[in-house]
């Protein structure tokens, strides 16, 4: 083992004489209390460590020990459930020990392991070793780590093991004889290999109408969501965890204020998922890193938390990683290499920032696992620009990385205007793959009126809404000038219908017992219905129908707030406005016709 001596400390950074050879990447422990660390520098017989853990009183003359295996984590099933530091450490125990001592201290959760191998024979890195049950009765298959493959020369029996436990002895082509148990080791910085990535033609359903219908993100996708202070992202990424249809939940609370967290930590062990009944801790896994922890140990987090997403996904699930806040992360980042000495680039981040994002970034996809199963990590992360400026370095470089981005703007926040997503800053380049999906959930929806229904339906709604809402802004603007009753007729529809979409379609409250979640079916239903009515007035509006008088329609009202009062599946309600929106607008045609047959009389 390579031991070091500290020479100088400042903050998570130390400098230390390496007597042996540390490699970069190395995992350290340092000083009497085994502080876990990770060489990021090497010059000759000189180290650079970071320091993952609080390094107070640590000081020159105390021993750096080589671990001989870049810093890494445990993968395992007793993940699923639980609340963990940046490095994956139960954070239910000790703050203070170090790193072996708390982990021999810790039980290692125990589960009831069923093999469906044999001895003799050959499996393939990411093969099913056997099936794992928890306590709770949650099922996963055990999977041979990707990197390992040979034959069985050894399997136990069906029973009840804890994680650590080698339940399978396998010799590969070399002859090396690796010991498997349900959990195994992985360096955090090194992506999890896939056979093959796939592309993606599948939303992830968020039940949020303006990011599902409007800004979708696939499965295997990213999305930033940029915002200034308050302005809802972490509402709206807890509120993603708690309705998106993917398997697992990653939940990253990275160097927010301790607060910020509280809602997932206080709230989740209560829920249940709404799909599977089932309390939604099972299916989530949380990693906090809020701002008293230390810094360095949030600039890791973030891998750690993909590679606990990347390990979900080998087993053929899909799992969404929310990450709040990549700011904060950021800015971890560019405190240690401040320390490091390193020349400072753009807004003081390292050089290296933009780079470091892409990594993160790289690591969502669609894949087929190495094992041929195909599952998915979707990366949703939150930026907290300073005095939410978009232009920042880290909102710009990932700009760059995702292709889905949710810009929430403070003016609608200020308004109360819920989720905050500013639908002219916002966009998603993956739309167009996604419409195929689209397609089949309006297809299923009960017929409306003969000529409602429509080849590429959402395409053609999400980009009539989208015009709409961009004339919306340009309309304004000149009617703040001109006054609105000196614009056209045509003109005055439009800036009309642009409220409607923003009132009846994408003002969704998180806080509504109805509305916090519009399933696909419903999203489409509503489109469809307003798509219906601007398409009706229009319309009317062309045969004279003033547009004061399409303004007074009965319907308008039921209309605005058919989100809060028509609930998932009241298909007979839906049915019953659409009737109603045709029937007054019949009523407006017919009257205008009899009015222009009066004028033709009178001339
Ligand atoms: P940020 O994380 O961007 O600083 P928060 O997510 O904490 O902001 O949101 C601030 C406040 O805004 C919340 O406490 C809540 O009252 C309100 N809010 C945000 N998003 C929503 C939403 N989708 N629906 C209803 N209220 C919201
Ligand atoms: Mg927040």
């Known amino acids: 083992m390579s031991v070091a001596t500290v020479r100088w400390a400042s903050g998570p950074v130390l400098r230390a004489r390496a007597s042996g050879a540390f490699r970069m990447r190395e995992a350290v422990y340092v000083g009497p209390r085994s502080l876990l660390g990770e060489v990021v520098a090497v010059h000759g017989d000189e180290i650079v460590a970071q320091v993952y853990e609080d390094p107070t009183g640590l000081r020159p003359g105390e021993e750096v020990r080589g671990s001989g295996s870049p810093l890494g984590i445990r993968l395992g099933p007793g993940l699923l459930g639980n609340i963990f530091d940046g490095l994956l450490r139960p954070l239910s125990g000790g703050r203070s020990e170090g790193r072996e001592t708390r982990a021999a201290r810790a039980p290692a959760p125990r589960f009831d392991f069923a093999p469906v191998v044999k001895r003799g024979e050959t499996l393939g890195g990411g093969a099913v070793l056997g099936r794992v049950t928890s306590a709770e009765g949650r099922a996963q298959d055990c999977l041979v780590p990707p990197h390992i493959a040979g034959e069985v020369t050894e399997i136990v029996a069906a029973g009840s093991y804890d994680e650590r436990q080698t339940l399978c002895r396998v010799r590969s082509a070399d002859g090396a004889v690796h010991e498997i148990a349900m959990s195994h080791f992985w360096p955090v910085r090194v992506p999890r290999p896939v056979g093959e990535r796939l592309p993606s033609e599948e ?61 997932v930590l206080s709230e989740f062990p209560e829920l249940k998922d709404p799909r599977a009944g089932r309390p939604l801790m099972e299916r989530t896994v949380i990693i906090a890193n809020t701002s008293n922890m230390p810094v360095a140990a949030r600039e890791a987090s973030i891998y750690s938390a993909a590679t606990v997403a990347e390990y979900f996904r080998d087993q053929g ?26 020349l400072p680039g753009e807004g003081g981040y390292p050089a290296y920032l933009s780079s470091r994002l892409a990594d993160f970034y790289e690591r969502a996809a669609r894949v087929r696992t190495v094992n041929g199963r195909i599952g998915s990590v979707t990366l949703l992360s939150s930026i907290s620009p300073p005095s939410g400026d978009f232009s920042e370095p880290v909102t710009s470089h990932s700009k760059r990385y995702v292709r889905s981005f949710w810009a929430l703007d403070l003016k609608r926040a200020q308004a109360r205007f819920y989720p905050a997503i500013h639908p002219l800053q916002s966009y998603s380049e993956d739309a ?12 299923a929806l009960p017929t409306g009126a003969a000529d409602v229904r429509a080849a590429n339906e959402w395409i053609e709604l999400r980009r009539r809404f989208l015009t709409l809402l961009d004339e919306q802004v340009r309309l304004e603007r000149m009617a ?77 009202r039921p209309l605005q707030r058919m989100g809060e009062e028509i609930g998932e599946g009241d298909a007979v309600r839906f049915g019953t406005l659409a009737r109603r929106v045709e029937e007054e607008f019949q009523a407006l045609a017919e009257q205008a016709g009899a009015r222009a047959g009066e004028a033709a009389d009178v001339r």
């Open 432 to 443: 167009p793959e996604l419409a195929g999906w689209w397609d089949k959930a309006f297809a």
């Open 317 to 342: 699930l899909h799992v969404a990683l929310m990450a709040d806040s990549t700011s904060r992360w950021a800015e971890a980042l560019r405190e240690v290499s401040g320390r490091l000495g390193e």
């Open 480 to 556: 703040r000038i001109v006054g609105k009753d000196a614009l056209p007729p045509r003109q005055q529809l439009a800036l009309f219908c642009a409220e409607i979409v923003n009132e009846g379609f994408l003002r969704q409250s998180a806080f509504s017992e109805i509305d916090w979640y519009a399933g696909p079916q419903r999203q489409a239903a509503m489109m469809r219905q307003i798509g219906r009515f601007i398409a009706l007035a229009e319309r009317v509006l062309a045969q004279g129908v003033p547009l004061a008088r399409i303004a007074a329609l009965g319907v308008l």
């Open 203 to 263: 939303p992830l359903v968020t039940g949020q109408r303006i990011i599902d219908g409007l800004f979708p993100v696939p499965l295997g996708g990213k999305a930033a969501i940029p915002g200034g202070f308050g302005t809802g992202k972490t509402v709206l990424l807890e509120l993603l965890a708690k309705s998106c249809n993917a398997d697992v939940i990653v939940y990253l609370g990275c160097g927010e204020r301790g607060n910020e967290l509280a809602g």
